[in-house]
């Protein structure tokens, strides 16, 4: 009997340890699933997060249509065919609607001087999506002069307004495919 009982306690012993051991691979297995399923998360929500502000200056850069450039602009449907004059002058937030510029999409001949001038109210400047220039800070009352000497597009817009849909398009000759920045600064003003 006492060999029974010896038996048995080991049995038990026995059948004690494999739980804790099964209990205690089962905690490391959840925590292993846990930290992979969190892992997998954050770089999931890290590569939606990226994407977002990678997809938002490529939509910014690759809005080389006017149409999709403007598409958020309130006044824009059509392209103001303003060819043959040698000077130019589109309203910055004219008091109809503040925050457009007026016409949106102009086309012009090359070596034609562009001049904008402050209309309405609101603090607004002008500056070229690809750098090639600008007005400066936003101001109340100004005119900004720029002469555009080769054939292509630019695409401007207001700082302070631009998420609103403050953009404009210059169209410079008759090529409409080209989006290359085509300008060049002849001067500034304020008033």
Known sequence: MAETETNRNQK???????PEKSCYFATDRRNFL???GGLTTLG???????????????????ASSVDGWLAESDNYDSITDMTGEAAVTIEVGPESNEH??????VRIDPETTVTWKWIGSGYHNVVD?????ESGEPEETATFEHEFKTIGMCFYYCTPHKSVGMKGVLIV???????????TETGTGSE
């Open 44 to 62: 999931l929500l890290a590569g939606c997060i990226g994407g977002m502000s990678e997809n938002a200056n490529a939509d910014d850069k690759s």
């Open 12 to 18: 038990l012993a026995s059948s004690r340890s494999q």
């Open 34 to 36: 846990r930290a992979v």
């Open 173 to 183: 000759g008759n090529d409409s495919d080209s989006t290359s920045s085509n300008s």
């Open 129 to 133: 999506r690809d750098g090639q220039f």
């Open 100 to 105: 457009v510029f007026a016409p949106a999409a």
